[in-house]
């Protein structure tokens, strides 16, 4: 089938169009990788620094500063949820006030989804590239027959372009989900190690955000 070491355009043409899909999905897995590569790491150091300052502002009962900071630091998720409690908190209505914990969890939940983002593509991926392989598979081993009823006559030289379409579609399909499932794996850790940062903070400073103020008798829920 080839003359020598295939080139990579010989062997995607070999491949069949099963191969192309594969190339997509391969695309989309890098994509997602080199995205989501340095976001916990950011968000991990501006956690770090969001803490200092929020802690030093409660100990010194600035909560206006304190608002301030969460607005000012939307994009991390300890600051949403602080925001969120101050809110409520400090809002006139007492059914608003009685109910923080549950507008908290849920902008926690909230914060945790887009957090995950796009890592449901390597989910899909790894799931559903061996079976786009196998889908190639298939369709070589099919094309191979196709070809001895055709010419009528076996053997490899009338088998071969199908055969290789078939080991191709398959090898590509194994390499495309096992390089998505330990990217999602990996990520899922990493998401993981960063939720519970995220409680362990959120739950720190809200604890302090739920007792009362110096001269304040309405933050007491």
Known sequence: MFDGTPSFLEMLKAGGFTLYVLLICSL??????????????EVSRGLAAFHMEAMRKLMQSDREGLKALCRSRQDLPTAALIDVALGRLGSPDARLRDSWREAVE????????????????????????????????????????????????????????????????????????????????????????????????????????????????????
């Open 106 to 221: 849920r902008e926690r939940q909230r914060s945790l989804l887009s957090l995950r983002g796009t890592l449901w593509v390597l989910g899909t991926v790894a799931t559903a590239a061996p079976f786009i392989g196998l889908f190639g598979t298939v369709v070589g081993i099919l094309q191979s027959f196709g070809d001895i009823a055709r010419t009528g006559k076996g053997g490899f030289a009338v088998v071969a372009s199908g055969i290789s379409e078939a080991l191709i579609a398959t090898a590509a399909g194994i390499i495309v989900a096992v390089v998505a499932a330990i990217a999602f794996n990996l990520f899922q850790v990493r998401l993981s190690s960063l939720n519970l940062r995220v409680r362990h903070q959120a739950d720190e400073l809200l604890e302090l955000v739920a007792s009362p103020a110096p001269g304040d008798a309405r933050h007491g829920a």
């Open 28 to 41: 989309a897995t890098w994509g997602v990788i080199f995205e989501r590569a340095g976001r916990p790491r």
